[in-house]
């Protein structure tokens, strides 16, 4: 997956979660729970769901690297190159 | 009237609802006058469609679709049924302290519906439990459906739930009452809720036991006291009551429904689902006792019936031993027209009648085209409703499996 389509990904399940959340001014590089209606549990949904799509089993040390959507991108993307 | 001092009167000001074929009171009352069932069919999962209610509030009115998906069937229901009850009473907690608030839910049973789903969603994964949800646990604890409502509400008092099979919903009314005569709370959220149309295995196993309804005309298959009655239509539902005591309700203006005039509960000892009419013969009987009244007084009665075989004539048995001699009490039954709403039944059949304290009409119960010999009680109003000069006390029955049995009596308000 490119770098886009890794971004899309995280925001169309950040979608799933809250059908309501809005993307517009979203900044890529603050912690998208200071930006969006997320907590804890919704991150374990993030979690959850890279795991039924793309069988990521994420070690839960590194969850935080899940915080802002760059940060997704960059954690992701050696993950999810050949997916 | 009660003899009891005011602050120990304790009186519904408030009611919150969503039936199968209503979603608030008044469109509720509309539809059993009218004999208007909206029971339809669904097709629970690995099975053939059956007969069941299904609901259609505003579910988005007092809380976020993320917080619906967040939740559990039971807890939406909760939370509209709550919001509704607490608007009804006029109550915007000037007058009440959250912390002082209790809610108090009665559950058939909790936790169905999501680990069914969970054992279906890792089914897809081989069953390996890694995909297992985070939310099972905070969704099937048994608190779950009152929890959410003290959230969304936050109500900062005690919440529980109250599991007493298909009893569930008047057992959350005494349980409200008794916490306000002991001054725990000073106000009370109390009804019942299910979400059990949602699970296969409620579905299944009424079937295994020869007990879940069978009809070409979905609207035609709760048929209580029916010669061709031949099993139970599943339901969802809810039903919150605002209860006060007397002397807040007065001081603050509040419109009084009814007032509870008195209640009882008891256990069969005998059977898992058969259920024992002596026994529920005994509760009506405390029931009464404790209201200071004599059958003849009670008005209204509102069956349990459930449209299965033996627990009709069951409950039939029970009321021609104490109503023997009772020409002026009429007996109707609310599942005809909306299935059995499991924990949630007891209360939405009463709400269904209390507004025959100011129409003085009894409600029918629909579908009786051919009364059972078994059932043949004096008075039972079928198919049309009944207009009588003056409703004063209404009894209602409600009983569940493992021989619980309920029974609360509410009175028109009178100083």
């Known amino acids: 997956m490119t770098r886009n389509e890794i971004k899309d990904l995280i925001l169309e399940i950040i979608k799933d979660i809250d059908e309501d959340a809005e993307f517009d001014g979203l900044d890529p590089d603050k912690p998208l729970r200071d930006q969006l209606d997320l907590d804890s549990m919704d991150f374990l949904d993030i979690v959850m769901e890279l795991r039924k799509r793309h069988g990521l089993l994420l070690p839960e040390d590194e969850y935080p690297e899940l915080a802002t959507l760059s940060s997704c991108v960059n954690y992701l993307e050696p993950k999810l190159a050949d997916k | ?415």
């Open chain 2, 1 to 415: 009237m009660s003899n009891l001092p005011n602050h120990q009167r304790i009186v519904i000001t408030g009611v919150g609802l969503t039936s199968p074929n209503a979603s608030n009171l008044l469109e509720f009352r509309k539809k059993l006058l009218a004999g208007q069932s909206e029971i339809t069919t669904v097709k629970p999962r690995y099975m053939d469609p059956a007969p069941a209610g299904i609901c259609t509030f505003d579910e988005t009115r007092y809380r976020k679709k993320k917080e619906n998906k967040r939740g559990t069937r039971a807890g939406c229901i909760s939370v509209y049924c709550a919001n509704e009850a607490i608007n009804d009473a006029n109550i915007d907690f000037s007058e009440y302290d959250r912390a002082k608030t209790g809610v108090y839910i009665g559950l058939t049973e909790h936790g169905s519906v999501e680990t069914e789903n969970e054992v279906y969603n890792i089914s897809n994964f081989d069953y390996n439990t890694d995909y297992w949800t985070h939310h099972h646990n905070p969704r099937t604890v048994l608190n779950n459906p009152a929890g959410e409502v003290t959230m969304n509400l936050g109500i900062t008092g005690p919440h529980y739930s109250v599991g007493a099979a298909c009893a569930a919903g008047n057992a959350a009314i005494i349980q409200g009452v008794q916490m306000l005569r002991l001054g725990e709370v000073d106000l009370a959220l109390c009804g019942g809720i299910s979400e059990c149309v949602g699970s296969f295995g409620i579905f299944a196993s009424f079937k295994a036991q020869g007990a879940l309804a069978e009809h070409e005309d979905p609207k035609k298959a709760s048929r209580p006291f029916d010669r061709d009655r031949n099993g139970i239509v599943i339901s969802e539902g809810g039903c919150i009551y605002v209860l006060e005591r007397l002397d807040k309700a007065l001081e603050r203006g509040a419109t009084i429904y009814a007032e509870i005039a008195g209640y009882a509960m008891n256990s069969d000892a005998k059977d898992f689902v058969l259920p024992y009419g002596p026994r529920q013969a005994e509760c009506v009987e405390l029931a009464l006792e404790r209201a200071g009244m004599q059958p003849q007084d009670v008005t209204i009665i509102n069956t349990h019936a459930t449209g299965t075989k033996q627990g009709d004539v069951e409950e039939c048995k029970a009321l021609r031993q104490v109503f023997s001699d009772c020409p002026d009490t009429y007996i109707n039954n609310t599942k005809s027209h909306i299935g059995h709403a499991m924990g949630a039944a007891g209360v939405l059949e009463l709400a269904g009648n209390l507004p025959s304290f100011t129409d003085n009409m009894v409600h029918p119960t629909i579908n009786l085209d051919n009364l059972d010999p078994a059932c043949a009680l004096p008075n039972i109003v079928a198919n049309l409703p009944k207009q009588l000069d003056n409703v004063d006390v209404i009894l209602n029955n409600s009983f569940g499996m493992l021989g619980i049995n309920s029974v609360v009596i509410v009175s028109k308000y009178r100083k």
